[in-house]
């Protein structure tokens, strides 16, 4: 019997050293186990910045800006990207590949470094007029056709309450394209679409405009 | 002056060679012996091994997007694959990285053609001739590897079939080593590749720049092997040179390479270019050739731009800079100036410097994409004294160059729009002149030639193409037209009356996919 115990106690230790040791090894992020194991600065430097630019700021308005970004609504969007929850066209032909391998400190870390980053500055608008509809439509909403205002999802200054994203400074085709995607159902959005349900291009037109030049 | 393969994705050189006379084989030059087969396109190993659609690398194949020239730029290693088998050393370094999903692709073409005219019968003499379409199924048909060999090296490594010839070969290869700094404001690396421009990462020179699909049209490798004349440093393709270089890419904007290109033969039966297989390289490189490129992109909003320079220095031997000990001691009892009995004569190259510049506008839009693009290059070739001096008669039937310096300029410039990378279409308007040259040319001497090609492209899916396109020229001159008397391609042909440019202009329907 004492021999019997001894030997599950052998085996235990065995178990849980080797346990231990897996652990620990694991834990180690020297340790490349395989080349996922990238830091966040060279993860964007391989991977997001080649659309995102190294600093968040993208060039072509294909691409988000993403500096400044509340960091919330980064790591909610990894994840979908990660699940393949949120499927708009350029999600499936972008994000869908480059998000999912990515584990949960990873997006953290992600949110984090983009997040920080200074945000981009407004780009001058080409209209006035255009802008100052828009910053009403923004604040306001359009109440004849019941559509509600952006102003108390994304803050005064759009700059993002949570997991509300910042919109200001934002391309304005970027953003006028995801409200279109709203609208048509290609990025399933349930609160983004009873806000643009009834919205007209006009109005996207000028809401972007605003948003843009913030 | 040689021709043009500005789209030879080619390989097999031998098999194409017909035994000819020497004017015969300089008027050709290298062109007879290059295959030409279209370029592989879009690579999906590439979108399986990045998670990405090709709509990240490409708007629509081959041409590369800013997010795919930076792809290749780094050494095509980006991933989002699990390793199957990793392992490091002692210091932690990584030393073997394996995908458990190897690259592997295959690429197939298949195209038809119609000729407005019958070409010459290579067999029989005139009026005989041959049919007057073709189809070509496969014309060309690929295996590829692609992508990640490790966290800092890549590769295409292609093998083709080639329905021409009906041989399988080696293909383009390119091997690249790269790194960057973290910040990502200096890209560098190594490339070592079998093709001239293989490596770059614009669209308006080189292998890849557009047009691209072709079949067997004059412009693209010709009908029954006859093809228009080029500079020489768009004949440099697989099994012909390979080299190797260094390049850095600079705040993603300048570029700059520096490579070094030797003849390698493939196929040859000895590795070292001699008299047992000069002829059927065509030629070979005298030493090293240098090659260089520069390179300015500025990116704004949906557009990128570039503007760069390309040039190449190379001495080449001609497949006549073989002088036989028997012709050297033929010469010598003549009282020839060519004493030295040797088996390979260096001292019949020519020296070619091709200078260029070339230029690439882009509009990568939600739904509208466009590109303007193209190319001017400018080639002196010097001609060796050797083959154009009067010594040379009764060594190998006269000199084979009229003049001592030869010039060719080629210019191309392309439009090409899609509509959500579905439907789309393109206009390319190509001209070449030159200094007339007698002995090289035929005819007058001239070596031009002016085309344009017309595509109008449908893409059920990325990886599926199809295509209507027409060639129509407008200047084909002198040996490089298979109907005319001096084609020494089809011997048979003199006589064919009212002799046209537009005698070559081409019909074809094709289909490109990939998987």
């Not at chain 2, 080299?243 to 039966?269: C, K, M, P, Q, R």
């Not at chain 2, 190259?349 to 466009?370: M, S």
Request: include cysteine; hydrophobic fraction near 40%; proline fraction near 6%.
């Amino acid at each position: 019997m004492r021999r019997l115990a001894s030997r599950i106690i052998i085996v235990a230790a065995i178990v849980v050293s080797t346990l231990y040791l897996h652990e620990a090894m694991a834990a180690d992020p020297a340790v490349p186990h395989d080349r996922s194991v990238y830091d966040t600065k060279t993860l964007v430097s391989v991977a997001c910045s080649k659309c995102h630019g190294f600093n968040g700021i993208s060039i072509s308005p294909l691409f988000p800006i993403l500096a400044a970004q509340k960091p919330l609504y980064l790591e909610n969007q990894l994840r979908l990207f990660r699940l393949r929850a949120r499927s708009d066209p350029h999600a499936q032909a972008f994000m869908w590949g480059i998000a999912q391998r990515l584990d949960d400190d990873q997006i953290e870390a992600l949110a984090g470094y983009f997040s920080n980053q200074p945000a981009a500055a407004g780009k001058p608008s080409r209209d006035a007029a255009l802008a100052a509809r828009g910053k009403v439509i923004y604040e306001n909403g359009v109440p004849e056709r019941e559509i509600l205002g952006c102003i108390g999802c994304h803050g005064p200054n759009a700059a993002g309450i949570e997991q509300f994203p910042r919109l200001a400074g934002q391309h304005r085709d970027y953003l006028a394209i995801q409200v279109k995607q709203f609208h048509g159902l290609l990025r399933e959005n349930e609160i983004m679409y009873r806000y643009v349900e009834n919205i007209t291009d006009d109005e996207i037109a000028a809401v972007t405009e605003y948003l843009a030049s913030k | 002056m040689t021709d043009d393969h500005r789209m030879s994705c080619s390989w097999f050189p031998a098999r194409r060679f017909l035994p000819l006379g020497w004017v015969a084989s300089v008027a050709f030059g290298i062109a007879t012996l290059m295959l030409v087969s279209p370029c592989a396109l879009a690579i999906p190993p590439f979108a399986r091994q990045t998670g990405l659609a090709c709509e990240a690398c490409h708007t629509a194949p081959p041409e590369l997007t800013p997010f795919g020239r930076r792809f290749k730029l780094n050494g095509y290693t980006l991933t989002t694959r699990p390793p199957l088998v990793n392992d490091i050393d002692d210091y932690k370094r990584n030393s073997l990285w394996l995908t458990d999903l190897p690259g592997i692709a295959v690429l197939a073409q298949i195209g038809y053609d119609h000729y407005d005219r019958a070409p010459p019968d290579t067999g029989q003499p005139y009026p005989a001739h041959g049919q007057s379409d073709s189809f070509q199924f496969p014309d060309q048909f690929s295996l590829v590897y692609a992508g990640a060999v490790s966290d800092k090296v890549g590769a295409w490594l292609q093998l083709t079939y080639n329905g021409q010839s009906g041989g399988v070969g080696v293909d383009n290869i390119d091997i690249r080593y790269s790194d960057h700094s973290v910040d990502n404001k200096w890209v560098w690396g190594v490339t070592a590749n079998n093709y001239v421009t293989f490596q770059d990462v614009w669209n308006g020179f080189g292998s890849y720049s557009l047009p691209n699909f072709n079949t067997v049209t004059l412009w693209s490798g010709g009908v029954g092997g006859s093809s228009l004349n080029g500079p020489l440093i768009s004949s440099f393709g697989p099994g012909i040179v390979a080299g190797i270089g260094g390049y850095t890419f600079f705040n993603d904007s300048l570029y700059v390479e520096l490579s070094a290109y030797h003849s390698s033969f493939n196929g040859g039966g000895t590795p070292v270019v001699d008299s047992s297989n000069l002829a059927a390289q065509g030629g070979a490189l005298d030493g090293f050739a240098p090659y260089w490129r520069v390179a300015y992109e500025y990116d704004w909003g949906y557009n990128s731009a570039e503007i760069g320079t390309t040039g190449m220095f190379a001495k080449w031997i001609p497949s006549n800079g073989y002088i036989s000990r028997q012709q050297t001691l033929a010469a010598a009892a003549a009282g020839g100036s060519f004493t030295p009995a040797q088996t390979f004569n260096p001292g019949a190259a020519n020296q070619y410097t091709d200078i260029g510049v070339d230029w690439h506008y882009q509009y990568n839009g939600q739904h509208n994409i466009y590109s303007f693009l193209g190319h001017l290059i400018h080639e002196n070739q010097h001609n060796s004294d050797q083959l154009t001096a009067a010594t040379f008669t009764g060594l190998q039937g006269g000199p084979v160059y009229s003049n001592s310096t030869d010039t060719l300029t080629g210019f191309q410039a392309t439009g090409e729009y899609f509509r959500d990378r579905r439907y789309g279409g393109l206009v390319s308007f190509n001209r070449t002149t030159g200094r007339s040259d007698v002995l090289a040319n035929g005819g007058d001497g001239s070596p031009a030639n002016q085309f344009e090609v017309f595509e109008l492209d449908y893409l059920p899916w990325l990886n599926f193409r199809f295509l209507l396109q027409y060639n129509a020229y407008q200047v084909v001159a002198n040996n490089q037209n298979p109907f005319t008397a001096s084609n020494s391609r089809f011997p048979n042909s003199p006589g064919f009356p009212n002799v046209k440019a537009s005698d070559n202009n081409t019909w074809v329907v094709g289909l490109w996919m990939d998987y």
